[in-house]
């Protein structure tokens, strides 16, 4: 199975500042990543798929970008909202997800 | 608007069985691949099984012969029966849609469900 390495686990941040979590992959998934936001007691969402494309409805702060190993989720100007939980998804393989980035707030 | 939602989770001992739904809405169950994934307690997400369109379903080793995945398209249901129950299955359950223009198990999941949470324990 396709190993995904999220990074950090977990993180503090203030509203309004730029965020990113990074996903690493044990071998070349090419762009095959997708990232999801989880909160308690509520479904995950997806944000972007294909390591770049952003889903219908995702607020443009949201962005993706990379290929190959290693792949990064930006939060450009942290909402309220966006304090959650934050996992990656390879599909270039059977279905493997990332542990998850915990983002809290400072 | 498409919706999942998944029920039949609870407490259940050791060797047990136990059957989960996920009810879905705004699609059809028959023109979609559609998958269970879980989560332990304080771990990551861990694919369990998928079914495809036409019916084929497929298991992740650490529940290939225990589980069992159907569907009933007449409610629109999926269903999960899951025996033998072990306190390593002990996960909030989830089914999830893939992607609907890929159609494939190769692909992320467009739409979730919340989710039933599944306790095995003595």
């Known amino acids: 199975d396709i190993q995904m390495t999220p990074s950090p686990s977990s993180l503090s941040a203030s509203v309004g500042d730029r965020v990113t979590i990074t996903c690493r992959a044990s071998q070349d998934i090419s762009n095959s990543l997708a990232w999801y936001q989880l909160k308690p007691g509520k479904a995950p969402n997806l944000l972007v798929y294909e390591a770049y494309r952003l889903e219908v409805g995702v607020p443009s702060r949201f962005s993706g970008s990379g290929s190959g190993t290693e792949f990064t989720l930006t939060i450009s100007g942290l909402q309220p909202e966006d304090f959650a939980t934050y996992f990656c998804q390879q599909y270039y393989g059977t279905p493997t997800f990332g542990g998850g980035t915990k983002v809290e707030i400072k | 608007e498409v919706q999942l939602v998944e029920s039949g989770g609870g407490l259940i001992q050791p060797g047990g069985s136990l059957r989960l739904s996920c009810a879905a809405s705004?699609?059809?169950?028959?023109?979609?691949?559609i998958s269970w994934v879980r989560q332990a307690p304080g771990k990551g997400l861990e694919w369990v099984s998928v079914?495809?369109?036409?019916?084929?379903?497929y298991y992740a080793d650490s529940v290939k012969g225990r589980f069992t995945l159907s569907r009933d398209t007449s409610k629109n249901t999926l269903f999960l029966q899951m025996n033998n129950l072990r306190a390593e299955d002990t996960a909030m359950y989830y089914c999830?849609?893939?992607?609907?223009?890929?159609?494939?198990?190769?692909?992320?999941?467009?739409?979730w469900g919340q989710g039933t949470l599944v306790a095995v324990s003595s």
């Open positions: 705004g699609f059809s169950v028959s023109s979609a691949y």
């Open positions: 079914i495809y369109s036409g019916g084929d379903t």
């Open positions: 999830a849609r893939h992607y609907s223009a890929f159609l494939s198990l190769y692909s992320p999941f467009d739409s």
